[in-house]
């Protein structure tokens, strides 16, 4: 029997990079898995080719910064798999809007730029936790992973203030959590990824991205596939006792 037969993952940011990644090894694990994207083609399309390995899942569609479209997307998933048990806050974004695939200053920043990161990157984490989280107390068991940043713990000059912000309040909103749903046999932790190399890190600018991999002591980006594999460990039996924990997924670049 794979590792995670029986449960009910939904992952969002699932139709690339590593959220398509955590989807895939969920699916390969024998979850039945909910592929949640903003863009319903990706969304289908990464779905689509899970079905074609012969894998239990469906694709959908949500803006994770809108509350009630994430609940009628999770009341979708647990209508089709079953209720929801493992849930992975993967979505989010990183606006390049200073030219030249690099991060505007702090004061260049508009407002509206720094709300919908916030709202995608955070709110995203706290709209989909508020629509599983009643069931996974029903059934008395749950897995939560939200993916962090090591931009989250210490300052990189790759990314904007909204993001390391965002990304750092992730880790808060996992230790609070922790302490909250721990009595209902809910385990939430967080996983913080240096550079992966996806299509949002190769819209940095080139130059960034060769600096970290040399700043990277096992000198190379990482892959989309060493994400899942740290998030895939978090939701399984074999961590059933760690909760609260930022897991970095990094090569050790930016060690804090």
Known sequence: MSSHTGHVALITGAGRGIGRAIADAHAAAGARVAYVDYDPALAEQAATAAKARGHDVIA???????????????????????????????????????????????????????????DVNLTGAFNCMRSVVPGMREIGHGRIVSLSSVAGKTYCDIVGVHYAASKAAL?????????????????????????????????????????????????????PEDVANMCLFLTSDAAAFVTGQVCDVAGGWLMT
């Not at 994430?70 to 979505?91: F, H, K, Q, S, Y």
């Open 60 to 118: 959908l569609s949500t803006d994770v910064a809108n509350e009630e479209a994430v609940a009628l997307a999770c009341r979708r998933a647990a209508e089709a798999l079953g209720t929801i048990d493992i849930l992975v806050n993967n979505a989010g974004i990183s606006p390049k809007t200073g030219g030249d695939g690099k991060r505007a200053h702090a004061w260049e920043m508009s407002p509206d730029e720094w709300r919908r990161v916030i």
């Open 171 to 223: 880790i808060g909103f996992t230790k609070h959590l922790a302490g909250e749903l721990g009595p209902y046999g809910i385990t939430i932790n967080a996983v913080a990824p240096g550079r992966i190399d996806t299509p949002l890190v190769r819209g940095t600018a080139p130059e960034a991205n060769e600096a970290a991999r040399l700043a990277t002591p096992l000198r190379r980006l990482g892959s």
